[in-house]
């Protein structure tokens, strides 16, 4: 059989969640705000598809440089690169 070559492809442990955290998370995580400039990480949510990031982003600190809709453009460092992630809040955390 031919392997999958879709968005989620090899994300089998990345992006499942522990048995109590199942199910839909807190509405409020879409109505969260950044500034640009705030540094945010990128926490990929599984139970939510719409403007997930690509999963070699999961668990990657960037700077917020902007808005895109009600998504977040979100500059992140991949190996020596920097590169242009647009993500919507549900799958971003403030950087402590």
Do not use: C, W
Request: charged letters at 30%.
């Amino acid at each position: 059989m031919k392997a999958s070559r879709g968005p989620r492809r090899r994300t089998r442990h990345v992006l499942s969640k522990s048995p109590r955290k199942r199910g839909l998370s807190p509405i409020t995580y879409e109505f969260q705000d950044f500034e640009v400039g705030e540094r945010v990480n990128i926490v990929l949510d599984p139970s939510i598809h719409r403007g997930m990031p690509h999963p070699r982003f999961h668990g990657k600190t960037g700077t917020v440089v902007g808005n895109q809709g009600k998504a977040f453009v979100v500059k992140v460092r991949d190996g020596n690169k920097l590169k242009t992630v647009v993500s919507r809040p549900e799958h971003l955390r403030k950087s402590a």
